[in-house]
């Protein structure tokens, strides 16, 4: 059996996809996202910055094939150099062979059987939080490197970005790295395929994502219902609630004394919806706001948020006194135009100071704090646009079921019947598109960043409209 740091970083985000990585058919995988690439590319330049941060002297392996990497670093190491990047450790066992490849390998003072000199593993990491899988990857290099060098390495460190440096504490590590790899081992030698479970955020970004949704819908899943968390599906499983089905029908009361009266209501309701493939008016007091004006303005933005940069702010206005509709993407060719963007963005709503603004999602809002604090927009200024911002998402998520599996705003306007110009258009693309415009110039990927904001505005508007008319025919709470 192999065992990668890699194998074992996806067991930790996701058992089965490190199953699907060893044991799947590869044809079957959806191709790699441009936005994931993207962020493999900047996690190695980052190290790479980061290292030469650290010291500009610093050997390491040339070889592409993986064995004479990792001959190569034996030999570094034992030379004593002071700094190994991208070195490989090897671990030759009866029945598995361990590889893990730490960012950076930093020689410590101490006795080994290297000689007076040991090493100690440095992992250098995009993320901004010491998450757990983080440290585990870490531990698993420290224990390659203790049957290299015949000692545990004094400690394991993690660089995170911006840059911090966080020591671990290896020794409470241990015992839970040999539990993580034991399952992980476990599942792999007797090939145990774990059970499906969709979790949007998790899912999104994996290549086995269409695969493992065709199976859940196959299945009729409960993680396909919006709501369904891994905590809450164990309630169901225990309670012999298995497919969205069954939850529809389920009219006992243990559901609720599990998880909540409220929280098993709005589950049984969301299944409901999905087996009717009807929309439902939700039971609350919640009472909709969704004014109507002369004119009104939709709004949405495409944003970075590694460089903490918002690069465009697109409004569709809305004339309905003139029957007009135009749309007003405000875009930064360059980062630094940022502010001249924002204040386009004002001089424009400031025009229409009665129309409210739509948008989906809280983002707009805290943007406009953001940028107003920024920019020093006065006080007064921020409130009087902050007061016009209605957030579609918290009014739809308040007001009405829909037999979707997500509450994005794609996934409820395409029900709608809208469809978007450019069909793979997403957020994490029009990033990418916008990092490619900045290396290349192509302004082709500027065409496809507005295209893809307007459709969205457009979206936000159908999806507004579609929202008023089915709450004035469903006036009444079910
Ligand atoms: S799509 Fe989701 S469930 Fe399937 S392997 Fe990937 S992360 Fe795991």
């Not at 790899?181 to 599942?187: C, W």
């Not at 395409?414 to 290396?439: C, E, H």
Request: one cysteine or more.
């Amino acid at each position: 059996m192999l065992l990668t740091d890699n194998l074992l970083l996806n067991y930790l985000r996701c058992s089965r996809r490190s199953f699907l990585n060893v044991y799947g058919n590869y044809l079957l995988q959806d191709p790699e996202l441009d936005f994931v690439r993207k962020l493999r590319q900047e996690s190695m330049k980052y190290s790479l910055e980061v290292v030469k941060s650290l010291t500009p002297v610093y050997d390491q392996p040339q070889a592409n094939d993986l064995l004479e990497r990792a001959q190569e670093t034996t030999f570094l190491m034992n030379q004593g150099v002071d700094y190994i990047y991208n070195g490989v450790l090897i671990l030759n066992n009866p029945q598995t062979t361990f590889i893990g490849q730490p960012t950076l390998l930093v020689k410590q003072t101490g006795y080994s059987l290297l000689g007076d000199w040991l090493y100690a593993p440095v992992n250098i990491y995009l993320g901004r939080r010491p998450k757990f899988e983080y440290k585990i990857l870490t531990t698993f290099h420290s224990y390659l490197l203790t049957f290299s060098q015949g000692i545990l390495p004094p400690k394991g460190e993690i660089i995170l970005r911006p840059y911090s440096l966080y020591s671990l504490k290896l020794a409470e590590l241990f015992p839970r790295l040999q539990t993580v790899v034991g399952e992980l081992m476990e599942m792999l030698a007797h090939k145990n395929e774990p059970e499906v479970f969709i979790s949007r955020q998790k899912c999104s970004l994996c290549n086995w994502s269409s695969y493992c949704k065709a199976i859940a819908k196959s299945e009729h899943h409960l993680s396909l219902i919006p709501g369904v968390t891994p905590h809450r599906y164990q309630h169901l499983q225990f309670l012999g609630i298995n497919t969205v089905e069954s939850l529809a029908v389920d009219t006992s009361p243990e559901l609720g004394e599990l998880v909540g009266d409220e929280i098993a209501t709005q589950l049984k309701l969301q299944a409901k919806s999905l087996v009717e493939q009807s929309p439902l008016r939700k039971i609350s007091n919640f009472s909709p706001n969704l004014p109507d004006s002369p004119v009104n303005l939709y709004f949405d933005i495409e944003a970075e948020p590694d460089r903490n940069l918002d690069y465009l702010l697109g409004v569709l206005v809305i004339d309905q006194s003139k029957n007009t509709e135009k749309f007003y993407p405000f875009l930064a060719e360059k980062p630094e135009q940022e502010a001249e963007i924002w204040e386009q963005f004002l001089e424009l709503v400031n025009q229409y100071p009665e129309a409210p603004i739509f948008h989906y999602s809280n983002y707009e809002r805290e943007t406009i704090k953001r940028l107003a604090k920024l920019y020093k927009t006065p006080m007064e200024q921020r409130e009087k646009v902050l007061s016009r911002c209605i957030d579609l998402h918290h009014q739809v998520i308040n007001s009405v079921i829909l037999p979707l599996e997500s509450y994005s705003l794609k996934a409820i306007a395409n029900w709608l019947g809208f469809t978007w110009k450019i069909p793979f258009a997403r957020g994490d693309q029009s990033v990418y598109w916008y990092d490619q415009w900045l290396k290349t110039g192509n302004y082709t990927l500027i065409e496809q960043i507005l295209s893809y904001n307007q459709d969205d505005c457009f979206a936000t508007y159908h999806l507004k409209e579609w929202l008023v008319k089915f709450l004035s025919e469903n006036s009444k709470l079910m």
